[in-house]
């Protein structure tokens, strides 16, 4: 895939992943869409960056999608990348009255149906494109679930499934699926399970374009790659090593 000259919508990316790619995408010469829930941090994120453009937009509501696959259409008719980046968490365990199912729900809507809604519409604009891309972003919990993290987790996993299936499915078109896999990373949205003993967010930047650079469509950045082989000679270890009796 080719690292310059994209044209590249990013979900989420007004902080953390989503804004260090961002900044690395742009520098590098391509042209970036940022969106987000929140008018504010969009506004500050754009502040900081060059040849970006921000949109109000949340990924979990049909009507703000809508508009926004109009609005690309329209102006950014280009557009060949797709990172969805954008993903909503909760810390809680599964016991009585952590009103698990709708916490979970939010989750699998926001982090694994939204991402299906958004990709499936944007589909005929990218098969356009000489070469295009979509990228979604897991985690690292798609390969071993974090117990603090059920819902998260579940549908991570459920967006690792996707991908792989999305990637066979369009193997002979234009359009090259990637899967970004992160492990725990130093940003506000994992502030909550420590976060700041996690890699920087542009090392998962920098490692996305490595990827594109080199055609590898599974990302396992940082420590996630030797998490993955342990995972490979024995699953309980590497729950073992995810997990702790807190």
């Known amino acids: ?99 698990a199912f709708s916490k979970a729900a939010h989750e699998m809507h926001t982090n694994y149906l939204s991402v299906l809604r958004l990709n499936e519409l944007l589909l005929p604009l990218l098969s356009q494109q000489a070469e295009a891309a979509i990228v979604n972003v897991s985690s690292i919990v798609a390969i071993t679930p974090g117990h603090r993290l059920p819902g998260y987790a579940a549908s991570k996993a459920a967006l690792h499934s996707y991908t792989q299936t999305l990637r066979f499915t369009l193997s002979d078109t234009n359009i090259k699926v990637f899967e970004l896999m992160p492990p725990l990373v130093n940003t506000e949205f994992s502030k909550e399970i420590g976060g700041e003993n996690g890699m920087p967010a542009a090392g998962v930047a920098s490692a996305l374009l490595d990827a594109f650079a080199t055609d590898n469509y599974e990302i396992h950045v940082g420590n996630t790659a030797d998490f993955y082989k342990l995972f490979l000679s024995s699953p309980a270890d590497a729950y073992a090593v995810l997990n702790q009796r807190n």
């Open 1 to 99: 895939m080719k690292t310059v000259n994209n044209t590249v919508l990013i979900t989420g990316g007004g902080a953390g992943i989503g804004f260090e790619t961002a900044k690395l995408l742009s520098e590098s010469g391509n042209q970036v869409i940022i969106t987000g829930r929140n008018a504010d941090t969009l506004n500050k994120a754009v502040a900081q960056l060059k040849n970006v453009t921000a949109i109000v937009s949340d990924v979990s509501k049909e009507a703000d999608v809508l508009a926004l696959v109009d609005t690309l259409k329209k102006d950014f008719p280009a557009l060949n990348v797709v990172i969805n980046n954008a993903a909503a968490a909760q810390v809680y365990k599964l016991e009585a009255g952590a009103d």
